[in-house]
Nanobody
């Protein structure tokens, strides 16, 4: 079965950092773009970042310079490094996969595979 296991969420102070992990299995990891969506309280799910090979695509200007994404293909794992966290980053973060990064990520309903999400709370 296809699995995307997101982990690493938790409570962090404003200005702090977290690293989320997405461990993938059950599909051809190297043939997909893997990335992250988030859903803040009262808002729709939105794409954050995607990585395909060495290509990285940002979908959210507010995280540029603070969030980075990387992949370890040997481990079929994608990481989201979040620095300088702000309260508005509070959300459930979902790992997702689609055949490629790109415009399809602007509509979460089109994504092929999903994890269940991990909650990030940024609060003092």
């Amino acid at each position: 079965d296809v699995q995307l296991q997101a982990s690493g969420g938790g409570l962090v102070q404003p200005g702090g950092s977290l690293r989320l992990s997405c461990a993938a299995s059950g599909f051809a990891f190297d043939d997909y773009g893997i990335g992250w969506f988030r859903q803040a309280p009262g808002k729709e799910r939105e794409a954050v970042l995607c990585i395909s090979g060495r290509s990285i695509e940002y979908y959210m200007d507010s995280v540029k310079g603070r969030f980075t994404i990387s992949s370890d293909n040997a481990k079929n794992t994608v990481y989201l490094q979040m620095n300088s966290l702000k309260p508005e980053d509070t959300a459930v973060y979902y790992c997702a996969a689609e055949k490629a990064c790109g415009s399809s990520w602007y509509d979460y309903r089109g994504l092929a595979y999903w994890g269940k999400g991990t909650l990030v709370t940024v609060s003092s």
